[in-house]
């Protein structure tokens, strides 16, 4: 499985994103897909994943009710949409797969994909 993000830019606080995450392969759907992220001068950290076949969906607490994972099997794409952007959620956003569910630590994850970078100014 190859990943690839895309979707980053600079964004004004409160502003809105969407990351999106495509993979190649026949068998996305029985992948877990995740995604996290590494500001400047800290170490990487779980965002958020959506696992496989369920579905069901795991938020860091910080971006709990602004941040929304998808996933469309037919399109072989993951997606992050985020609201209400902070300058904290500054970061290089990384997409990553494994199967059934991505570990929220981020060790011994299968695949990872190419960073996106989000900027959000004051």
């Known amino acids: 499985v190859q990943l690839q993000a895309s979707g980053g830019g600079l964004v004004q606080a409160g502003g809105s994103l969407r990351l999106s995450c495509a993979a190649s392969g026949r068998t996305f759907s029985r992948y877990g897909m995740g995604w996290f992220r590494q500001a400047p001068g800290k170490e990487r950290e779980f965002v958020a994943r959506?696992?496989?076949?369920?579905?069901?969906?795991y938020y860091t607490d910080s971006v709990k009710g602004r941040f929304t994972i998808s996933r469309d099997n037919a399109k072989n794409t993951a997606y992050l949409q985020m609201n209400s952007l902070k300058p904290e959620d500054t970061a290089v956003y990384y997409c990553?797969?494994?199967?059934?569910?991505?570990?929220?630590?981020?060790?011994?994850?299968?695949?990872w994909g190419s960073g996106t970078l989000v900027t959000v100014s004051q």
């Open positions: 959506i696992d496989a076949p369920s579905g069901r969906t």
């Open positions: 990553a797969a494994d199967l059934g569910a991505v570990p929220m630590a981020g060790n011994g994850v299968d695949y």
